[in-house]
């Protein structure tokens, strides 16, 4: 049997992680290293032994050089990954406080996703796909992208697809009022919402999970807690799950890792506490770690840190 296969759109950026901590302008030097949030989804999901397709344009500069080469050297199909010459790869400034929580310092307007255009995509991106996963930081990036991933959509829709979403909401990029006309576009077509609790109040203003559900038709709704779990919602049951107790290093990318652990047991038919536990234990892991995509788990690893397998150290 073949490893099921995502496929993922969206952008990457070099990113500069600050050597302290604290407010950015006190920090005197900063490690390059490469993030985003749907390529770091793509990685935490070759991690766990999964194949997955990256669709998106980066520069053709030694930073999107950079980004090739680092998102092909971890097994991600970058086949429909292009190129351009005329606008230069994003890049982002990361600012950590003591706690790992941050700021992120965006520079991306242009960005070569201007060049990704509907004529780019055709039917054949999806083929061989068990599942299409959708980012909101993907949509918020230029307005065109919004047409770009309805098409996609509307592909995985004809191939009966699953999809996953995660708004993945910046509101340095859009204001909550465009983010919401947005995602109601998005909403009916989806299988899995995956939230951050804070999110969600933002995004819904007082409606139920319930409300939400109904009104959308999405099979589960999964809100993510961050040290104080997740829960995930179907048509008839409620599921919750404690966070493992950690110290947080770095929270970015946390989110991220739970998408590719939850939509990996969803893909390989874990009952819905197991995916919770796996998911949860991805996030930690990240959380754990500075960086971006670094703490991303293999399944042995994930296994060991969750209790199913016994680490030997020597």
Known sequence: MRNKRIATIGDAMVVFNPSKTGPLRFVPSFERAVGGAELNFAIGVTRLDMEAKWISCIGDD??????????????????????????????????????????????????????????????????????????????????????????????????????????NLRLKLWTIEDARAVYEKVYPSINLLLTGQDEFELLF???????????????????KKGEQGATVYTTTEQHDREAFSIRA????GAGDAFDAAYVYSYLNGYDIPERLRLANGA????????????????????????????????
Do not use: W
Request: proline share 4%; charged share 25%.
């Open 283 to 314: 996030g930690a892991l990240v959380a754990m770690i500075k960086g971006d995509n670094e703490g991303l788990p293999s399944l042995q690893e994930l296994r060991q840190f969750i209790g199913d397998e016994k680490l030997i150290e020597r």
């Open 62 to 167: 030694e930073f999107g050089k950079l980004i090739y080469n680092f998102a092909r050297g971890e097994g991600i199909d970058v086949s429909h990954v292009l190129r351009t010459p005329h606008i230069p790869t994003s890049i982002y400034f990361k600012e950590i406080r003591e706690d790992g929580a941050g700021k992120s310092f965006y520079y991306r307007n242009p960005s070569p996703l201007l060049e990704l255009t509907e004529d780019c995509i055709d039917e054949s991106v999806l083929d061989d796909v068990d599942l299409l996963h959708i980012s909101g930081v993907y949509l918020a990036v230029c307005k065109h992208n919004i047409q770009v991933a309805l098409k996609l959509i509307a592909l995985a829709q004809a191939k009966n697809i699953p999809i996953s979403f995660d708004p």
């Open 249 to 252: 290093i770095d929270t970015v």
């Open 205 to 223: 203003e007082g409606r139920t999970v319930k409300d939400v559900q109904e009104s959308y038709k999405i099979d589960e709704i999964i809100v």
